[in-house]
C-alpha cells in the first residue's frame, strides 16, 4: 500500500507532535512509513490506523509500552475499531459475556472482559457492552426468562468490575463536584453507575451513592458536600412522578444552586406534557445528549 500522508498531517489528524511519531518509530518499530524521494515520511492509511488505535489505548491509561505490547498480541484486524469488523466483534462479546454472566461463570468473564479492554477504550466497555448487557438482562429478569439469582449475579458481577475501573480514574480539580443517586425506592443502580464512570472518565469528582437512599439523606448530604449538580437515576415507571417531585424539591431548597439530571429508563414513561415541564430535568439516553446537558448546567 502507497503512503498518503506526510508526518505533519499525520500529527495534525492524531494530535500529537511529530517527534513523538518519529520517537515511536525509532523505540518500538511498530510503523515504519515509506519515503519519498525527498526521504520524506509517507504513512499508508493503514498506518495511521494503528496509530489512532494506539492512542485510543494510551488514552484509556495504557503506556505506549503497553499499547504496543497489547497491539502485538492482538490479531491486527482488531485495530479497525471503526470497521465493520469492530462491530461484529463488539456483538459477538457481548453475547459471550451474557451467556457467562447468565451461566454464573465468574473465570470466564473475566477472561472475556480482560479482552474487551485490551481492545477497546475504557468507555467504550462500560457504556457499549457493560450498559447493553445490563438492560437486557434487566429486560430478561422482568420477562420471567431467567431467575433473580440470574439478575443478582450479573449486577454483582458487572458492580464489581466497574468500580475496579473506577480506581483508575482521575479528578480534574477544576470541575464541579457531582452526586449520583438512585431515587427512593428503586431498585436498579447499573445505569447510574455507568453514567457516574461517563462523569468520572470526564474528570468531575463525583459522589456515588447507589440506591436505598430517603430524600431526606440526599438533602442533607447535599447541604454537607454542597455539589454543583445532582443526577437521579430512576428505572422504573411508578417512580418516575416522585423522582420529579425531588428534582422539584431539591431544585427550590437550594435555590437553583445546584442543577438536578435525572436518567434511566423511567424517563421513557412521561406524558409529553410532562417531558415539557421537567425538561430542564432530563438527561437524556445517549451520550452526546449527556454531553449537551452537562454544557447547559456548566454554562
Not at 497489547?70 to 482488531?78: G, H
Not at 479528578?171 to 438512585?182: A, E, F, M, N, R
Not at 468520572?200 to 459522589?207: L, N, S, V
Request: glycine share 8%.
Amino acid at each position: 500500500m502507497d503512503g498518503k500522508y506526510n508526518i505533519k498531517a499525520v500529527s495534525k489528524l492524531l494530535g500529537i507532535q511529530a517527534g513523538t511519531l518519529r520517537a515511536w518509530e525509532r523505540r518500538y518499530k511498530i510503523i515504519e512509513p515509506v519515503r519519498n524521494q525527498a526521504g520524506h515520511r509517507l504513512y499508508t492509511e493503514e498506518q495511521v490506523a494503528i496509530l489512532k488505535w494506539l492512542i485510543r489505548k494510551i488514552n484509556s491509561g495504557f503506556t505506549i509500552g503497553q499499547a504496543v505490547d497489547i497491539l502485538e498480541k492482538e490479531e491486527m484486524v482488531s485495530v479497525f475499531s471503526d470497521d465493520t469488523y469492530d462491530s461484529d466483534q463488539l456483538n459477538k462479546l457481548k453475547r459471550e459475556i451474557l451467556l457467562s454472566l447468565l451461566n454464573f461463570e465468574e473465570g470466564r468473564c473475566n477472561q472475556l472482559l480482560d479482552q474487551a479492554f485490551a481492545i477497546y477504550s475504557m468507555e467504550k466497555v462500560v457504556i457499549h457492552i457493560l450498559g447493553p448487557i445490563m438492560i437486557e438482562v434487566g429486560d430478561k429478569w422482568e420477562k420471567g426468562e431467567i431467575t433473580i439469582a440470574n439478575e443478582h449475579f450479573a449486577t454483582s458481577y458487572v458492580r464489581t468490575r466497574i468500580g475496579m475501573v473506577f480506581q483508575h480514574l482521575p479528578v480534574d480539580g477544576l470541575l464541579p463536584k457531582v452526586l449520583c443517586v438512585c431515587t427512593p425506592k428503586e431498585l436498579h443502580e447499573i445505569g447510574l453507575l455507568i453514567f457516574t464512570f461517563y462523569l468520572k472518565r470526564r474528570g468531575f469528582d463525583t459522589i456515588y451513592l447507589g440506591s436505598g437512599i430517603p430524600e431526606v439523606d440526599i438533602i442533607q448530604v447535599a447541604y454537607k458536600i454542597k455539589p454543583k449538580m445532582i443526577f437521579l437515576s430512576c428505572t422504573m415507571e411508578e417512580n418516575i412522578i416522585g423522582t420529579l417531585e425531588i428534582a422539584t424539591t431539591i431544585t427550590n431548597e437550594f435555590n437553583n444552586e445546584i442543577k438536578v439530571g435525572i436518567g434511566g429508563s423511567g424517563t421513557e414513561h412521561l406524558l409529553n406534557k410532562n417531558e415539557d415541564d421537567y425538561e430542564q430535568f432530563l438527561v437524556g439516553k445517549t451520550e452526546e445528549e449527556w454531553e449537551t446537558w452537562l454544557k447547559d448546567a456548566l454554562t
